[in-house]
Structures are given as structure tokens and as C-alpha cells.
């Protein structure tokens, strides 16, 4: 019969020794007395008065040292760290590919949980930010559509919209020789900024008297800075507050800077514009960006999300369409979710914010895991291998009364010094991690949320090196303890057979576990390898490779210059900058336009066949509009014109609203309307919202490209020749004889030449654009790719351990087989071949694993299917010869064994 | 003889109960002649306190005896009176015989 264990836990405060044992004997004697003379119950009661008079007794003796084991060189658990560094520094090899695994594995970790949980839980920066609430995130939407949908709902308190992008030009009007600086704001509309309910650091907000009126909706509202482009454009200056802002033909002014936490909202741009559209949105055939929303007090995001959708449904069936969402979605250059977030309603602007970076994290978080387990595995997996070597030292301290505890507490001291080691380098390996990691993520992520990763990884790097000290300690101390519980009198060489037997049980086990988690990252990265590839071969249909995209701000020339000439003056200059754009020796020719895949405008038009009268909402087809200026848009991006003529200065429309009479359209535009027959010369109508219809007579037809994405198919096109007072910040594209990056200089000069008023605004290969359109498979293949490379050299550094002891343990029955006649291959292959088919049993779990897992990928996935063969079988392939050439070198020596020499061992 | 080598009270009883006992005194039974003689139930731990102290002073000397299976496998720690205990019961002994010499207790009852 035990002592209670109250009082065995309250003699536990007396220090360790002698007289604390002497103490529970006497305990224990005395309840076993009571129990016989007057029962369990009483007995029992004695003991817990007991444990309760003890406790302050058994304090004083712990503060007193009363009793305390006296040992040479202070406690034991000094001793055992002690130990451990010696250890340590005998074993250098060891201890560094101990310490090089727990840093990889727990610093990969780190840098990503760190992100992650920044990303997930770190509140924004908005009072009450959890009513905010964005619907269709990532969908470009018709304004109209949406203000149907949301205007008068009772779900929300107030809604605003994001419209476009616009340059403007600021100037200092009291010094006419001031330098005009050039800036792009977001058109929003007037409560935008206020949802935010952040006070303006200078300054007000937007007011009602702010927006325009109806007549000059197409120029820029009034501006409010943010605060970074307050910073970096106007020195801080406040005086810039109130100051004239020119765009178009109108002149405003800035009326306010917002704090640093609005920036995240302004998508990259320098500020906000407010134009009119909060009622008779209807009206304005454009698309907008997204809409922004405060839930209304007590209105669940799920209510307004069901309220959402029956207004859809709604409209839908006035429309007599399946959808009236159209199917494109915010090109990537906007904002933070380049592809919608899954197919959501509405999300809330967290959500929003972290878009793609979240559901990618979700991939990274297990990834980061994964690799966490596979350096656990393999550190776990070396320790086991070493406390193989350690049995016969273990066992001498059991001879010499060391208990187990005292040799679970000398390998937890090892452990825990190497997994710090590995802590501290980690540190390291997750700084450096995270600044890849920063570069990965959306750069419009708010910027607090990627600040505070320091603490955070602090943190879990902490936590990890515990967990993996804990757990390699656990899984090395097995054999020790197995060794232990038989006694040591008797332990004969039988129980230390079972011992290795269970012992490489689990190594062989721990191999496959981490050869199975390897696979999985393997699979994911050669899916994304292959995505990436298709997306680099595809054939956009335009010279991506040759063409550089300038940009300028030339509404600076409306400085001083009369009204009425103010269209010639652009048209003047964008001609001129051709021109001597083309006169360079290199340049085969130049254009202006929006470069395809970033397009601002997304939406599709109702097109009707000339000969049909258009009906609204039942069109022939529907097709994105590009508008060209001055030079050859087509030839820029060598887009072959295939009948007809290309837009010419004579095709810009003109007049008090200025609408097109001519256009050139694309093949799959041509071939869609009228099919096998002569676009040339036909005519279709444009509907126009409120408007009437335009009829457009066709000239001339050019080549189909990609001009959404390069992962959507091309949609029909047509092209019409801009106004010439519109387009002031138009890029120009110039397509030279060869790559264009060490030409881009010599770009910028002839365009500064050209007006030394107009700003210049940047000069970038097209292919930069291109490449941002393959940027989220890149970033996710370059993460995956690198924790599966790290992945296998642990895997790898796993075989090569496992199949080295494997050997080592059978030298004996090697040397018989050889002795018996098996030749050096036969044994070679023996060894590899049991390493072999550890491998391949981890192998075959982890591709039925990555099958599971894999349609996590399906979004960032490109003419790959998630059960891509290919992939399928080479990640195997890869895998198995890698792990036998990594098995070879021990195998090689077992070969190489004299049987006459291994018969003499052990 | 200086103040503070004389054995306080508590420590007194330990020492008699040690000297009752005679070969047989450990923990367990000088607890329970403890409590037997003087009706105070104190604990072990309070015990030991006292005997290590009583030790160190040089009063008691001790010794391990075998470990028992009733006692869980734990040995017996025996004390025995050193010389300089038995002076130290004596001084206590006259100290407290030469103080009650003369008190009439009967004058303060009422």
C-alpha cells in the first residue's frame, strides 16, 4: 500500500537525500501501522493531517538546505549539462548535422508560422475593422450593377466604391518655373475614405460639396494624399494642403492626408479622387473595381451575405441571364487578390487584404510544418542511431546506480543544448527566411502586419527547439530505457537483441514518415514547376520580349496653356514622342496604348450585328474595348494587322461627346460575329448604357492575343482611336530589335528630350507585366520548391544514417554470408535494397497523400492536371535514385568487408 | 555555559523521547513516543528538522539501518544520545529543577 499522494508530493519540497527517504519510510511504516489498527479511512485522514502539517516544515528544510544530497560538483542537473557540452564537443560531427537540421527545419518554420499568424490574427488598423466588408473581392463589377445591388440594402450602414485609377499632375501655381509632379490616385466615391473611420493626419476628408458636378465627370475630383506619397512627393510639407492639382482640363486641389494606416487601401497609388456617382450610377457604363461596405449594427456578414445573393438572384432573372457578374476579374496591378478568393459573396476586409497571400499561406503553414517534421524525424532519427551507440555506457551508469530518470535527464540535457543551438542558428535561417518571405508576399499587405513578425518568431522559435528537444529525447531514449527495465544482473545479450531489433523498427519507421512528407512537398513543387512552364510557353500572341512600356504625365503641358488648345497640345506631344521614338536606330517601332494584361478596364460591352437592331441585354456577343493613340499600337506590340488598315489620327473622334465611327477588331471578334466571312467594311453596334448605341464601321482586323491573362484564354477585342484630350498618361510602347533592358536609358533620354515639363514616370520591359502575371504559381513553386529541396537533403542525410547503421549492426551476418560465399555486389545490393524499400513504402504513402492534397493547388495550377503523371512519376523516380545513391556508400563498404576481419568483431 | 546552547523546548522533548526509546529510536517511533507521552501530534518533517539540528549541535548521533519492505524498500535512520546531549539534559533538567524551586503555584489560583 502507497503512501497518499498528497503527502508523498508535499515530502517532495524537502530537498532530495537521505533524510527525505528516511522520512516516507517512516511515513510509510507508520501508515501502514494505522491502517492495520484502525483502518483505510482513518489512516488515511492521518495522512492528509499529515501532509498539511509537513508542508511548512518541509519548506524550512528546503530553504535551510536541511538534509540536501551533497555532491562533488554542485546538483545533478548541472552535472548533467555539463556532461552534455563534453559530449557535444567529442561528437562535432553530430552535433553540427544535429544543429544544422533543427535550424533548417525550425527556422524555415519560424519565419513562415510567424507570417502567417501575423496574417491571420493581427488586428487592422480600423476601428471596428470587422464590419468592413468587401463583396465579389477580386471581380471587376459595373458600377451600375453593383449600386442595384447595394444601394438601400438594409445591411449595411454604407457602402462606397473603388472606380479606377487616374494620374494627375500637381503643381505649385504661384512659381510658374516650378517642376510639375506627376501622381496616380484611386477614383473613389465620396464615403470611401470616411468607411475607413480614420481622422485625417492633415487636412479633411471627402464632403459632398467635394464631388464634382455632373458636367465635369470625367475630370478628377479633390485629392487626399496618402501619407506616404505626402512623405515622398511633397516632403511633408502641409502647405500642400490646398494647393492646385491639374488633370485633364480642370484644375482641383488637395484637401487633406490621410495617416499611414490608410495607405494598404490605396492599392500602391498616391492618393484618392472623389468623382459623383453615389446616385445615378446607373448611367455610367463603366466597370468598377469593388465596393467597399459597413455592415449595418447587429447584421451578421452571413445575413448580409444571404441578403446579397437574393438581390443577385434577383437581378439575374430581370436580366434573363445566368449570371450579370461578368466573368472578368481585377487585373493584378490593383489589388491585393489578383485572383478572386475563392467564389465568395462577400468576405471581410481582412480577408480581403490578405487575398491570395491567405489561401497560399494556408499551402505554406502545412509546407513549413511539413519541414518542421521532416528535420524532427531526421533529428530524432540521429539521436535514436547515437543511443544505439550508448547502450553499453548507459548500462555501466545503471551498474554504478544511476536510475532512469538520471539518464533520461543526462539525454534531455543533450537534447535540449542541441535543439537551443539549433534555436539560435534558426534565428538566423528565419530572419533570412522571412526577407524572402517579404518579398513573396503582396506588397499591399499592411505593413504593420509584416513589422511585428520580430516578436512572433521569437517565439515560436522558442517553442519549436523545445518541442524537438522533447520529442528526439523521447524517441533516443527508448533503447536506454528498454536497456534499463531488464535488470542489469541478468540483462543478457537477448533483451539487448530486442532492444536493436525495436530500436531500427523505429528508425525505419521515422525514414518513411519523413520520406512520405518529402514526397507530398515534392509533388506540390514539380505540379507548380510544370504550371510554371506552361505559363512561360505560352504564346501570348504579342511581343512580350521586345517591347518597353514609358509612362509620362502629360497633363503638366496644361500648365498656362488656353483651353481650346489643350487636346491639340497632347495630341502634339504623344506624335512628336513617337516619332522620335522611332527615329532611334534600334526601335522597329512605337505606339500608344494600354500594354495587354494590365488593363485597367476589364469589363465587356454588348456588341449586336450591324444588320440586327440591338436589343438591351440580349447582344450577339460581348467583347473588351482597347483604346490606341498616336503612332501604331499593333506594330508596337507586333501584332500582325491581318486585313484592312490600322487606326489612323483621322479615326479620333471629336465633337462635345466624343465617340468613335471606326474601329479595328481581333480575329476571334471578326470570327465571332461574322463568321467565314469579310470583316472589313461591316458594321456592329456598341451599347451604351443610358446612352444610344454607337454604330462602328470595321477597318481593318489584327491578330487574336492574350490581353486579360496569360492563364485566361484571348476574348474579343476591338480597338478604337482614343480622343486626343484622354490621354494624358496613355502609356507608349516601344518595340525594339532585341530585349529592350539595355536600351530603356536611352528610352528615357529621347522622352525627356521630347518636353522637359512633362514628368517622366518610369520606362520597364513589357515582360515585367508579363511576369507579374505569373507571379503567384512563381512565388508558391520558389517556397515549395526550396522547403522540398531542404526536405530531401534531410530525407537523403536520413537514408545514408539508416542504411550506414543497418550495416553496421549486421557486419557480423554480412561477414558469415561472405564467409559462406555471397559475393560483394549480392551484399551491396542486400544493404540498398533494405534501405530501399524503406523509402519506397514512405514513397507510395506519400504520393496517396500528395493525391489528396494536391487540389489545395488546383487554383495556381496551368494545363496541369492535379493528377499530372508526369509529376507522378518522376517525383518517385527522383526520390528512389537519389535515396539509393545516398544508401550506396555504406552499402559499398559492406561490399568492401573482409569476412575473416567481421567474424573477429564484437 | 553562553545563551543559545542551551536546547530549547520542543528540542528537549525530542531528546527524551530519543532517550526513552533507547536502541529502538527512529523517526516513526520517536514521533509516536511523542505524541503518546505529550498528547502533541507533530508532524514527521518537523521531526527531522529538529533531529538534524540536534545533530549538528553535536547532541545525537545517527546511523542507517537496513531498508524494510514495510517502509517501502527505505531505510531506518537510527539516533542514539551522544554524551554532550545527555550534559545538555542535564543542564536543562537543573536549570528547570533550580527555577521551580520556591513557586507555589497555589498563590495564583484563584
Known sequence: ?906 | MPKGDYPGEFEVVVLLAVARLGDDAYGMTIRREIQETTGRDVSVPAVYVTLDRLEKKGYLASEMGEPTGERGGRAKRFYSLRPEGVEALETSRRMLGALWKGVDLARFRP
Open chain 1, 1 to 906: 500500500m502507497k503512501l497518499p499522494v498528497v503527502l508523498r508530493l508535499v515530502l517532495r519540497l524537502a530537498p532530495r537525500g537521505e533524510l527525505r527517504e528516511a522520512m516516507l519510510g517512516d511515513l510509510q511504516q507508520e501508515f501502514a501501522l494505522r491502517r492495520r489498527e484502525h483502518g483505510d479511512a482513518a489512516a488515511r485522514r492521518w495522512a492528509s493531517l499529515q501532509a498539511l502539517r509537513s508542508l511548512g516544515p518541509c519548506l524550512r528544510m528546503r530553504l535551510e538546505g536541511v538534509g540536501r544530497m551533497r555532491t562533488i560538483d554542485g546538483g545533478r542537473w548541472t552535472r548533467n549539462w555539463k556532461h552534455a557540452a563534453r559530449a557535444m564537443t567529442g561528437r562535432p560531427l553530430y552535433a553540427f548535422v544535429l544543429v544544422l537540421t533543427f535550424a533548417l527545419g525550425i527556422g524555415l518554420n519560424t519565419s513562415i508560422l510567424a507570417t502567417a499568424s501575423q496574417l491571420v490574427m493581427a488586428p487592422l488598423p480600423y476601428p471596428r475593422a470587422d464590419r468592413l466588408v468587401v463583396p465579389w473581392p477580386g471581380r471587376a463589377l459595373p458600377a451600375g450593377l453593383l449600386a442595384g445591388l447595394l444601394e438601400d440594402s438594409p445591411t449595411f450602414d454604407a457602402v462606397a466604391l473603388f472606380w479606377d485609377r487616374d494620374s494627375a499632375v500637381y503643381y505649385d501655381p504661384s512659381d510658374p518655373d516650378a517642376p510639375s509632379v506627376g501622381y496616380d490616385v484611386a477614383v473613389v466615391s465620396r464615403a470611401y475614405l470616411d468607411l475607413l473611420g480614420l481622422d485625417p493626419a492633415v487636412g479633411r476628408t471627402f464632403r459632398d460639396e467635394d464631388v464634382p458636378p455632373e458636367e465635369l465627370r470625367a475630370g478628377i475630383g479633390k485629392v487626399v494624399l496618402t501619407h506616404h506619397a505626402w512623405v515622398d512627393l511633397f516632403g511633408a510639407d502641409p502647405t500642400v494642403v490646398g494647393a492646385a492639382v491639374s488633370n485633364g482640363p480642370f484644375t482641383t486641389e488637395i484637401i487633406g492626408v490621410m495617416p499611414p494606416e490608410a495607405t494598404p487601401m490605396a492599392r500602391g497609388l498616391d492618393g484618392w479622387s472623389v468623382v459623383g456617382f453615389e446616385s445615378d450610377l446607373t448611367s455610367i457604363p463603366r466597370a468598377s473595381f469593388e465596393a467597399l461596405g459597413r455592415l449595418a449594427p447587429g447584421v451578421s456578414i452571413d445575413e448580409a451575405r444571404a441578403e446579397l445573393e437574393v438581390r443577385l438572384a434577383r437581378a439575374d432573372s430581370a436580366a434573363g441571364r445566368e449570371t450579370v457578374l461578368p466573368m472578368w476579374s481585377v487585373p493584378a496591378s490593383f489589388g491585393p487578390v489578383s485572383t478572386p478568393v475563392e467564389e465568395q459573396t462577400l468576405v471581410d476586409l481582412r480577408t480581403y487584404l490578405s487575398g491570395n497571400a491567405r489561401g497560399g499561406l494556408g499551402l505554406l503553414v502545412a509546407a513549413g510544418l511539413a519541414t518542421l517534421l521532416v528535420a524532427l524525424v531526421n533529428a530524432s532519427a540521429l539521436a535514436l542511431n547515437r543511443s544505439l551507440d550508448r547502450r553499453r555506457e548507459a548500462r555501466l551508469r545503471r551498474m554504478l546506480g544511476a536510475r532512469r530518470r538520471d539518464l533520461l535527464g543526462l539525454l534531455l540535457a543533450e537534447q535540449t543544448l542541441l535543439a537551443s543551438a539549433g534555436g539560435v542558428a534558426a534565428l538566423a535561417v528565419a530572419w533570412l527566411g522571412g526577407g524572402a518571405l517579404a518579398t513573396v508576399l503582396p506588397a499591399e499587405l499592411p505593413h504593420a502586419l509584416v513589422d511585428r513578425i520580430g516578436r512572433h518568431a521569437l517565439l515560436w522559435t522558442a517553442a519549436s527547439s523545445f518541442v524537438c528537444a522533447l520529442a528526439s529525447t523521447a524517441v533516443a531514449a527508448v533503447p536506454l530505457l528498454a536497456d534499463a527495465r531488464h535488470d542489469v544482473a541478468n540483462g543478457g545479450a537477448a533483451a539487448g537483441g530486442r532492444t536493436v531489433t525495436a530500436a531500427r523498427r523505429s528508425l525505419h519507421g521515422l525514414l518513411a514518415l519523413q520520406v512520405t512528407v518529402v514526397t507530398v512537398l515534392m509533388v506540390g513543387a514539380g505540379l507548380l514547376l510544370r504550371t510554371v512552364g506552361h505559363l512561360r510557353s505560352v504564346e501570348p500572341g504579342f511581343a512580350w520580349d521586345r517591347t518597353a512600356v514609358v509612362h509620362v504625365q502629360a497633363a503638366a503641358l496644361w500648365r498656362q496653356s488656353p483651353d481650346a488648345l489643350r487636346d491639340e497640345i497632347l495630341a502634339d506631344y504623344f506624335e512628336r514622342a513617337v516619332a522620335e521614338l522611332e527615329a532611334l536606330a534600334r526601335v522597329r517601332a512605337a505606339g500608344q496604348g494600354v500594354p495587354p494584361l494590365a488593363t485597367t478596364v476589364n469589363s465587356l460591352w454588348e456588341i449586336t450585328e450591324g444588320a440586327r437592331s440591338p436589343e438591351p441585354g440580349r447582344p450577339d456577343i460581348e467583347a473588351g474595348w482597347r483604346m490606341t493613340g498616336a503612332g501604331d499600337y499593333f506594330a508596337a506590340l507586333d501584332v500582325p494587322l491581318l486585313r484592312g488598315r490600322s487606326l489612323e489620327p483621322e479615326d479620333a473622334p471629336e465633337g462635345e461627346v466624343p465617340l468613335p465611327t471606326t474601329a479595328v477588331v481581333n480575329q476571334l471578334f471578326a470570327r465571332r460575329l461574322w463568321p467565314g466571312q469579310e470583316a472589313v467594311g461591316r458594321t456592329f453596334h456598341l451599347a451604351l448604357g443610358a446612352m444610344p448605341p454607337r454604330t462602328l464601321r470595321v477597318v481593318g482586323v489584327v491578330g487574336t492575343y492574350r490581353a486579360v491573362a496569360l492563364d485566361q484564354p484571348p476574348i474579343p477585342l476591338f480597338f478604337t482611336r482614343s480622343p486626343p484630350g484622354r490621354s494624358a498618361t496613355t502609356p507608349i510602347l516601344v518595340r525594339l530589335e532585341g530585349p529592350p533592358d539595355p536600351f530603356l536609358t536611352r528610352v528615357e533620354e529621347v522622352v525627356r528630350a521630347v518636353d522637359p515639363r512633362v514628368p517622366f514616370l518610369s520606362v520597364a520591359p513589357l515582360s515585367d507585366t508579363v511576369r507579374a502575371s505569373v507571379g503567384g504559381p512563381q512565388s508558391a513553386l520558389a517556397l515549395l520548391g526550396g522547403l522540398a529541396a531542404v526536405g530531401m537533403v534531410l530525407g537523403l542525410l536520413g537514408v545514408y544514417g539508416v542504411t550506414a547503421l543497418n550495416t553496421a549492426r549486421r557486419t557480423r551476418e554480412l561477414g558469415i554470408r561472405m564467409a559462406l560465399g555471397a559475393r560483394a555486389g549480392a551484399v551491396a545490393r542486400l544493404v540498398v535494397g533494405q534501405g530501399l524499400l524503406v523509402v519506397a513504402g514512405g514513397v507510395a504513402v506519400g504520393l496517396l497523400v500528395a493525391a489528396c492534397l494536391v487540389p489545395v493547388l488546383r487554383e495556381m495550377l496551368f494545363q496541369v492536371s492535379p493528377r499530372d503523371p508526369v509529376t507522378f512519376t518522376a517525383v518517385p523516380a527522383v526520390l528512389l535514385v537519389t535515396a539509393g545513391l545516398a544508401a550506396l556508400p555504406p552499402a559499398l563498404r559492406a561490399g568492401r568487408l573482409d569476412p575473416s576481419e567481421t567474424l573477429r568483431t564484437e
